[in-house]
């Protein structure tokens, strides 16, 4: 995954690490609402506001809750990072995440096609007509990654949780148990969807493709999932902006074929190799010429291969791509002007162009107004200075964007840097030094429940 080139801006941030948020406020409702502002030097706290939502609903039982089950969600994580496993088959990493929902009153749905599981909860209040449905994604799959980061429970298969998926799942898991903990208070249903394959094998569609959206009797009115960085933000950050918050992603490949021949007599060959360069160049003349700057497009050639040997014109050669917008006007533009390029290149030099598009993930765009609660939630729950709105997106791409294609949502950010490293430097996901600091697993699930929660009460 990488940055955008643009730049982001955060405000302060300051951890408040989930143990002793707990602590603290179960030793400030004994002391009657006074400590925080002792504490704190007066800043207003959401329980400081009698009429606070948290307060009357029963967020902090919730906290209590998931408080009381912390151990258990990192040991589930942990146990998770020890078993990483790749793509849409992950049989081990569906067993446990089973275990972890044994006994729970859901209904569980096996994957066919893709060791998902889609556990649907059904709220116990009674409701006239359509029912709403809130959706919360995990994805399940790890990288094929030698993981170096020197952790006690480190994996060891050659496999790794460099993308922080094990929290996903384990914090999934968390808001599963915390929404059955308040059952009765819920007008609607929760699906938790447990997703493999996000890494670049778009699990999301298969899942879509066995009728996801349609398997708690009605459709999803809402949907979250929370993504975990091991660096960018502070430990503890909520971050999200509305609108596109990750980049569409698609490889084009290319393969010119030419003629071979002597290097000696490039007039009696058909060389592929400056037809292969031009197109490179012409790839980037293509992004600066042809697309508003305002509306950015990142294409990287990444792959380029020709020739054996100095004085040999080779048959053919060809390169690959990957093409990263933000809109889907400049995503349908990318695509139809890039071939034209590539045939006109290939014309101006007698050699035939074969081009393949590998379509990848569409831009993953949230919805303002769910954008907008997830950060009032945020700043109910954690505090202000635990949610930051960023304002360029991701250049990175999620498949979680098929979701919100059809359901409005939120794709939140949740920093999990450890505190002893600096956000700025820290090895990003997919490093294989790349640490995530589970004490954010418990407040991941209960923005998650909250936002749930919120929706069908
Ligand atoms: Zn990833
Ligand atoms: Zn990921």
């Known amino acids: 995954m990488s940055r955008s080139p643009l730049e982001r801006t955060t405000s302060r941030q300051t951890r408040w690490p989930f143990g002793t948020l707990l602590s603290f406020l179960k030793e400030l409702l004994r002391a009657g609402g006074s400590l925080l502002d002792e504490r704190e030097g007066g800043r207003s706290s959401v329980l400081d506001d009698p009429l606070c939502s948290a307060c009357q609903t029963g967020a902090v039982t919730t906290q209590d809750f998931l408080q009381d ?14 078993i990483p496993e790749v793509g849409l088959d992950l049989p081990q990493t569906q067993a446990r995440v089973l275990a972890a929902l044994d006994g729970l009153p859901l209904e569980i749905t096996l994957g066919t096609t893709c060791s998902s599981v889609v556990a649907i909860l059904r709220g116990g209040k009674q409701t006239d007509g359509d029912r709403d ?3 919360l994604r995990g994805d399940m799959d790890a990288l094929p990654v030698e993981e170096l980061t020197g952790l006690d429970y480190a994996s060891t298969n050659g496999n790794m949780h460099a993308c922080g998926h094990d929290l996903h799942m384990s914090l999934l898991v968390g808001a599963a148990r915390a929404l059955c903990d308040v059952r009765d208070q819920l007008a609607g249903d929760v699906i938790f969807m447990f997703q493999p394959g996000e890494e670049g094998v778009d699990g999301c569609r298969y899942m879509l493709e066995e009728g996801l959206l349609q398997i708690a009797g009605a459709r999803p009115t809402a949907a979250y999932a929370i993504h975990v960085w091991s660096s960018l933000d502070p430990l503890g950050t909520f971050s999200t902006k509305p609108g596109p918050i990750m980049a569409s992603s698609d490889v084009a490949r290319v393969t010119v074929v030419g003629h071979g021949g002597h290097g000696s007599a490039p007039h009696l060959a058909k060389d592929p190799v400056p037809a292969l360069a031009e197109m490179v160049t012409g790839t980037h003349s293509l ?21 054996t040997i100095a004085n040999v014109i080779p048959e053919d050669g060809r390169f690959e791509a990957t093409l990263r917008t933000f809109s889907d006007a400049a995503h349908t533009k ?7 390029m590539v045939e006109g290149i290939a014309a101006a030099h007698g050699v035939s162009a074969h081009y393949d598009l590998l379509e990848q993930y569409p831009v993953t ?5 769910h954008a907008d609660l997830v950060a009032e939630v945020a700043a109910e729950l954690f505090g202000e200075d635990r949610h930051s709105r960023w304002e360029a997106p991701l250049a990175g791409a999620e498949d979680f964007s098929r979701i919100l294609e059809e359901v409005p949502g939120c794709f939140i ?9 600096d956000p700025k430097t820290a090895p990003f996901n997919h490093s294989a030094y790349a640490r995530f600091d589970d004490s954010v697993v418990a407040d991941g699930a209960l923005i998650l429940a909250e936002l749930a929660r919120k929706k069908l009460v």
């Open 413 to 421: 950010g949740l920093s999990a840097c450890p505190a002893d490293l």
């Open 365 to 369: 765009v949230n919805d303002a107004e």
């Open 287 to 307: 992004v600066t010429r042809g697309f508003d700057i305002f509306d950015p497009v990142v294409v990287t050639v990444g792959l380029l291969q020709a020739g």
């Open 133 to 135: 449905v809130v959706l």
């Open 69 to 82: 089950i912390d151990g258990e969600l990192v040991a589930l994580r942990r146990d998770l990072h020890q």
């Open 334 to 340: 990318l695509l139809a002007e890039l071939p034209k």
